[in-house]
């Protein structure tokens, strides 16, 4: 399988094409400050200027792997470790970009048996070698760069090669998955059974069903399918300690659940191999539709109340203003008649219905089932009685087309000097207003005070019945400090996190990223329960150490050198 870019994300074959979007260049110039001239980039991406670590070769190791492992599933050379050095955030990107790589794997394997997974994970316990389990590489909470290593040899084990679904039961509608399939290969092997997980994240395209898990991923469809934690009925994981295994039963009462310790645990209790999930059937129909707010508040209202009355699309994005205005920039040229109709709403919004077309929020919706028409009349009488102007499948139909684009466009802006990143979050209902006010302020704010001008735009990305998501964008120039300037940004966004009782990720992960706020998120207690699972599992610290458990690990060990003037 294609690796991603070492310097971005995705196809090395594909690159963002801003012409194709008419409005956006000056929306970003606009946003951010940035000099109005395409021809100035700044991007640094080179590769020749790159140095990895000398590798440590542990040979009593080694000669073990070769007896488990054939020569091909053996790398050692640069590029291969280069690849499985970083995940996809925009600290990894703008530290690859510059060349700076403090630490690489020493060698990246492939393994392709559970067996072969077990005899590395024994020899890695007797010599002392760290693992660190490797999907697509589309993390962006640091879980994959090798930390607290000290002078051990670092092995990468990429999965990708455990990538069939081997078996689907139809009638008990479960299906057991190798934990290297990533998404679209596994979905095309669903689908041949008329099956579908429905789980659909924005980096579907490049991550596997073992990183889900790992992670506790959530998929735009989440509001009908749920996140992976509620998708997972069985699973495998080799620890140093054993193999972990459960049983495919529905729900049971054998008291801790084992599967919960497993998932989520990015990889530093043990390797994760094969994971039974509920599969779903393909849905009949499925249609995308569009509906403008008059403003944020009542897109709120009307999710709310339809969340309350059990009858939520599968999928609810509602774009604040700043996000709407995005997306608008966003888009394709259309035909004659498109622009026509496009001038035509605008006129009705602003003198009929009297929006202010700078509070407007577009909300999209998704469908799916055999009778959908009754459950869009029944949204969109909800939608109507807080103020919402239905605008059809259109919307609909251009989110589907470019909703695995975004990543593309923010490797698109670094080239410009352009900071983008994402925090996201999730609180009650009662709190989910006070808690977008006072994050929108705090990363404004400490955006302004690095010297550059504030973008940042929300959105809810998936709903309960007890509360919501809130998934914040942010973008600004870049300053002379440019990592110091991001990182009191981001710092920004997880202490309003803390401070308004939401959680630090809801489906991103910890890693190493949010690892300073984890103990205030589940207390300090709850990170000795899994310290002491850690050290059972894994006694020598071997499974992808310095993630998750802070250890003391201080703002100054996350890369933050204090609050300053960043101009």
């Not at 099956?195 to 009908?224: C, N, Y």
């Not at 009355?309 to 609810?316: F, H, K, W």
Request: proline share 4%; net charge neutral.
């Amino acid at each position: 399988m294609k690796q991603m870019k070492w310097w971005g994300w995705g196809d090395p074959d594909i690159t963002f094409d801003i012409t194709a979007r008419p409005a956006l260049w000056a929306y970003l110039v606009n946003s951010t400050g940035i000099e109005n001239d395409r021809g100035l980039k700044v991007s640094n991406a080179n590769l020749e200027s790159i140095k990895l670590s000398e590798p440590v070769l542990n040979n009593n190791f080694l000669k073990i792997l070769k007896g488990i492992l054939k020569p091909e599933q053996m790398q050692y050379d640069f590029y291969e470790r280069l690849i499985h050095t970083y995940g996809k955030s925009f600290r990894d990107l703008w530290r690859i970009r510059n060349g700076i790589v403090d630490r690489s794997p020493d060698i990246v394997c492939y393994p392709g048996t559970e067996e072969q997974i077990q005899a590395i994970v024994a020899a890695a316990t007797q010599f002392d070698v760290v693992l660190i389990p490797f999907g697509g590489g589309s993390n962006i909470a640091g879980c994959l760069e090798p930390r607290d290593c000290q002078n051990r040899m670092v092995l990468s084990l990429d999965m990708q090669h455990m990538n069939k679904v081997l078996e689907v039961d139809s009638y008990s509608m479960t299906a057991r998955i190798q934990a290297g399939v990533r998404g679209p290969n596994m979905e095309e092997q669903l689908n041949q059974h008329g099956m579908t997980l429905g789980h659909f994240p924005d980096s579907f395209e490049f991550s596997s069903i073992g990183g889900w898990v790992a992670t506790r991923s959530a998929g735009m469809q989440s509001d009908k399918y749920g996140k992976m934690e509620d998708m997972v009925i069985a699973l495998k994981m080799v620890t140093p300690a054993g193999t972990i295994v459960t049983r495919p039963v529905p729900k049971c009462s054998n008291g801790i659940g084992i599967n919960q310790l497993c998932i989520g645990s990015e990889g530093i209790f043990g390797v994760i191999t094969e994971v039974t999930v509920q599969v779903h059937h393909l849905p009949a129909r499925k249609q995308f539709h569009g509906w403008l707010f008059p403003d944020f508040e009542s897109g709120i209202s009307a999710v709310y109340e339809a969340t309350l009355q059990n009858i939520a699309p599968s999928m609810t994005r509602l774009n604040d203003a700043q996000k709407t205005a995005l997306s608008f920039s966003y888009k394709t040229r259309g035909s004659f008649m498109q622009q026509l109709l496009s001038r035509m709403l605008l006129l009705h919004l602003k003198f009929v219905k009297k929006f202010s077309m700078d509070k407007v929020c577009l909300m999209l919706a998704a469908f799916e089932g055999d009778n959908i028409n009754t459950q869009i009349k029944k949204i969109s009488a909800i939608y109507k009685k807080h103020g919402a102007v239905p605008l059809g499948t259109s919307p609909g139909k251009s989110f589907e087309k470019s909703k695995y684009d975004f990543p593309y466009f923010r490797d698109f802006v670094m080239d410009y000097g352009v900071t983008a990143d994402v925090s996201e979050t999730a609180t009650t209902w009662k709190n989910l207003l006070p808690l977008y006010y006072h994050t929108q302020k705090s990363i404004q704010q400490a955006i302004i005070d690095t010297g550059s001008k504030a973008w940042c735009g929300c959105h809810v990305s998936h709903t309960y019945k007890t509360g919501a998501s809130l998934y914040f964008t942010f973008a600004f120039k870049q300053s002379s400090a440019v990592l110091n300037q991001y990182l009191q940004v981001k710092k920004s966004a997880e202490d309003a996190f803390i401070k308004f009782n939401s959680t630090l990720s809801h489906h991103h992960a910890v890693g190493y990223e949010h690892m300073p706020w984890i103990s205030d998120d589940i207390s300090a207690t709850g990170i000795k329960a899994v310290q002491g699972i850690k050290t059972t599992l894994d006694p020598k610290n071997i499974m992808n150490p310095g993630k998750i458990i802070p250890n003391n690990f201080s703002l100054t060990d996350w890369g933050w050198t204090g609050e300053q003037e960043c101009t």
